[in-house]
């Protein structure tokens, strides 16, 4: 289902996510259909949708929307500063990212979650790094 997004509610945004379970099937799938009906959206994150899951989709790097249930940052390189603009919020902030990235994360596979990790690069890994600050209660 297509949801509103959460906006300049700090409050709620700024709460870290509770850990996200096969039973939260619904969150991910909002979240696909909220990122498929918005144009130049790169990311979500489920607090942004009024859920307190920690479940994020992005757009990976041939334009498809990817969903990770319960995603970490286990490691990242080559450190840079940029501007980014949040759809939750009103004012672009300047952030740290990294290039590249390995995320730890959990993927919904017949009806269970299943371990992964993946090395992300460029403005994917900076989509997936924005992502879960929300999911940590950061905003940027």
Do not use: W
């Not at 990122?35 to 130049?40: I, S």
């Amino acid at each position: 289902m297509i949801k509103e997004l959460i906006h300049n509610d700090e409050e709620f945004l700024a709460k870290p996510a509770e850990p996200a379970t096969a039973e939260d099937a619904q969150v991910a799938q909002d979240l696909l259909d909220t990122m498929k009906a918005r144009e130049n959206c790169a990311c979500l994150a489920a607090n942004q949708i009024g859920s307190t899951k920690a479940v994020i989709a992005f757009c990976d790097e041939k334009d498809r929307v990817v969903v990770m249930f319960n995603p970490r940052v286990k490691a990242g390189m080559r450190p840079y500063r940029v501007e980014e603009s949040c759809l939750s919020l009103d004012e672009p902030h300047t952030v740290t990212r990294y290039f590249t990235i390995r995320v730890a994360y959990e993927e919904l596979v017949d009806g269970a979650l299943v371990a992964r990790t993946r090395r992300y690069e460029d403005f994917v890994a900076q989509a997936i790094q924005h992502a879960i600050d929300h999911c940590n209660g950061r905003l940027v």
